[in-house]
C-alpha cells in the first residue's frame, strides 16, 4: 500500500473536520456556507492557476513605456491630464476584468501581451 504524501493526511484531516460541522448546520446555512467555500476555492484555483506574467499583468499599476513617451511628448497640461484619465480609465476597467475572471463571472482571462508584443507596442 502507498503512502499518503502530506498534503493528503491534511486534506483528509480538513475534509472530516467540514463533514462534521456542516453536518450540524441546518440546511440553509450550509448551503451558504457549501457556496461561500466554492467561491474561495474557485477563486484559490483561479490565482494558482496564473502564469507569472498574468499576475504581474493583473497587479501592474504602472505606466507602460509608450504612455510615458506621451506624457513626456504631451504639448499642454490639459493634454497630460486627458492621458492620465484615459490610463485610469483603462485601469480601472482592466482590474474589473480581473476581477470578473477571478470570481467567476467570466471563464475567460484578461487579455495579456507577451514581453515581446509589449516591446513591439511601445517602440
Known amino acids: 500500500m502507498a503512502r499518503k504524501s502530506k498534503v493528503d493526511k491534511y486534506y483528509s484531516k480538513i475534509e472530516i473536520i467540514l463533514y462534521k460541522f456542516l453536518d450540524r448546520m ?22 494558482a492557476m496564473l ?9 501592474s499599476q504602472s505606466l507602460s513605456p509608450a504612455m510615458i513617451k506621451r506624457l513626456d511628448e504631451a504639448a499642454t497640461e490639459e493634454k497630460r491630464d486627458e492621458i492620465l484619465m484615459e490610463y485610469a480609465r483603462s ?13 467567476g463571472v467570466t471563464g475567460k482571462k484578461p487579455f495579456v501581451l507577451s514581453k515581446k508584443e509589449e516591446k513591439l507596442r511601445c517602440s
Open 51 to 59: 502564469t507569472n506574467e498574468e499576475m504581474a499583468h493583473m497587479c
Open 91 to 103: 485601469n480601472y476597467f482592466r482590474q474589473c476584468a480581473w476581477a470578473d475572471y477571478l470570481n
Open 26 to 47: 441546518r440546511r440553509k446555512k450550509r448551503l451558504e456556507l457549501i457556496d461561500k467555500l466554492l467561491h474561495s476555492l474557485n477563486l484559490q484555483r483561479r490565482m
